[in-house]
């Protein structure tokens, strides 16, 4: 694995050879941007210019540290490389980034800036209502924290037919015909999970104390309202977000429910079980849409590029650099996602093939991401590519969908290909009350922070079982049922960062009705939606896109019932 791309322009600030893990070499380079007189627009420009850049680097440079110690969580040099930067480096940056920050609201001409950079002003007003110098330790420790989780997860295996096996990998047995192996290896799983347990639910309480206690030095009464104003959600309010989970339990459980009620019927059992949600409910053999995961990326770089071709330019660009880890190892972190590299406007994607659809849906979802990094690297300013999730989440969720038209790239032969996009509706359905759930669960915690381990497995058990189909029988697995949320690793390392995939898949379900209604107009309004990163509110995004940011109960319902119809065509 590089990372030795070339960025796009030649550094203007920083030396090319600067070694960013030496702060005394680093340092000079903010106090600059904090001591530096400001007096004309033309300055201000040079300024951003130069705060555009040094933060591209540093940002690229701690993404380096992550991607590879996710890469392999057992290498202990790389885990310390990246403590280091954590603990050494960043609390050193913490406190010039206020200050910089105070500079940027307090210059004169910041008021002539066209309106693009209204909600980086917003953003940043918020940032410095939040720093507290007592929370930059705080905050090191946090993030350490958090990585706990990668390395604990990461390093769960299972036996399965005389192989050790990831638990990504073993979950592929969960698609198998065979009932009696569904059973036997989903409780392997279980098992596996609840090992760990006592240990996750510290780990946790850990890191709900530390949230609870940063929130507090912050000036706020819980986390959740802090994470907020953290996370600059200027277009909608708690209340929202509690109405959403409200709207997706009446408008999506209830058709959840049909679809359960359907697959009881075809597999012909007594009692739907938790091992029963995944194998095709007639009795056909999990497909096998690839073997490896090269062979993934170049199906996915042959289904993008006839989407559109710079598509397949994005995907071709990151398999050249080898930008990419795609298949599921023991000692890798567990998940996927796509590191934006801001110097070099090149991402990274990183992933737990085994070689399922989930996996092809995992692999355009962070596609998808990965278009939007490389649309928006041409915009001057960092403060543009910082894009809320909403929108981030937009654009891979639409990519989901509009792949899924394109999808006979893994899937030749036609019965497997009407399978595979069913299986991806079911999972449409599905998800929504999901996310609703985990995102209801982490209001509970934060608003209940002094909680103990056994109410909070109770609260869970009672919101999952609010979220999910009646006709799934948990009456012999209610361990299974209560460890359930410690496999989100969203609650573990990036808390309330889980919503909003609820909220763009109800924006990917509009960009697709599109795409199907005019292939070459949705395609075009999407690009431009996602080519203004954060220069537009997130609604302004949506609009962009030809689509509406609403999560009402009545939207909900007109967008599950589009969905239902295409379901009805497969």
Not at 33 to 45: C, H, P
Not at 78 to 101: G, Q, R
Not at 533 to 541: A, D, L, Q, T
Request: hydrophobic share 40%.
């Amino acid at each position: 694995m590089s990372n030795s791309a070339s960025p796009a322009t030649k550094r203007q600030f920083l030396p090319e050879e600067i070694n960013l893990n030496n702060w005394s070499e680093l340092e000079p380079y903010y106090k600059d941007l904090v001591d530096r007189t400001i007096g004309s627009k033309e300055d201000m420009a040079s300024w951003l210019y130069d705060l555009s850049e040094i933060e591209a680097v540093v940002s690229e440079h701690a993404g380096w540290l992550y991607i590879r110690m996710t890469c392999d969580t057992t290498n202990k040099s790389l885990s310390e490389a990246y403590a280091y930067f954590v603990e050494e480096i960043n609390p050193k940056i913490s406190p010039y980034t206020d200050k910089i920050h105070k500079k940027f609201v307090a210059i004169p001409f910041v008021a002539s800036l066209d309106a693009r950079y209204a909600l980086y002003v917003k953003s940043v007003q918020n940032s410095i209502r939040l720093f507290r110098e007592e929370n930059i330790p705080l905050e090191a420790q946090l993030s350490l924290k958090e990585q706990q989780y990668g390395e604990i997860a990461g390093a769960m295996t299972v036996e399965v037919e005389g192989k050790t096996l990831t638990l990504q990998q073993a979950s592929n047995f969960l698609k198998n015909p065979d009932r009696k192996l569904r059973d036997e290896v989903y409780h392997k799983i279980v098992s596996r999970r609840l090992q760990d347990r006592e240990r996750l639910d510290a780990l946790f309480n850990e890191l709900v104390e530390l949230r609870t206690q940063i929130a507090s030095n912050a000036g706020f009464a819980n986390y959740r309202d802090y994470k907020f104003v953290a996370l600059d959600r200027f277009d909608y309010t708690a209340k929202d977000c509690l109405d959403f989970h409200s709207s997706i339990r009446s408008s999506v459980v209830p058709v959840m429910d049909e679809l359960m009620s359907e697959r009881k019927a075809l597999l012909k059992v007594d009692t739907l079980k938790p091992w029963d949600i995944d194998v095709d409910p007639e009795g056909k053999p999990d497909m096998k849409p690839f073997e490896k995961g090269t062979e993934m990326l170049d199906k996915s770089i042959a289904c993008f590029a006839e989407i559109h071709p710079y598509f397949g330019h994005v995907l071709s660009t990151l398999k050249l650099k080898g930008y990419t880890d795609l298949d599921s190892r023991i000692g890798k972190a567990p998940g996927g996602y796509n590191y934006p590299l801001y110097e070099s406007g090149v991402p990274f994607i990183f992933m737990n093939a085994s070689g399922s659809l989930r996996d092809v849906i995992t692999m355009v979802h962070e596609g998808g991401h990965a278009i939007h990094s490389m649309l928006t690297h041409d915009l001057e300013f960092i403060g543009f590519k910082d894009i809320p999730s909403e929108v981030a989440e937009l654009a891979s969720m639409s990519m989901e969908l509009i792949s899924m038209e394109h999808w006979h790239h893994f899937f030749a032969n036609a019965e497997e290909l009407r399978r595979a996009k069913r299986e991806q509706l079911e999972n449409v359905i599905e998800a929504l009350p999901w996310i609703a759930c985990v995102d209801a669960f982490q209001h509970w915690l934060y608003l209940n922070p002094k909680h103990t381990i056994e109410q909070r497995t109770a609260e869970w058990k009672k919101s999952i079982l609010s979220f999910t189909s009646k006709q799934v029988d948990w009456s012999t697995d209610q361990n299974a049922l209560e460890v359930m949320w410690q496999k989100q690793l969203h609650l573990f390392e990036v808390p309330f960062y889980y919503i909003e995939y609820g909220m763009a898949q109800l924006g990917a379900i509009a960009v697709w009705r599109n795409y199907k209604k005019n292939p070459e107009l949705g395609i075009s309004q999407y690009m431009t939606a996602l080519k203004l990163g954060y220069s537009k509110s997130i609604p302004e995004v949506y609009a962009a896109a030809g689509i509406r940011f609403d999560f009402s109960e009545k939207y909900i319902h007109e967008l599950i019932e589009f969905v239902k119809e295409e379901m009805k065509k497969l």
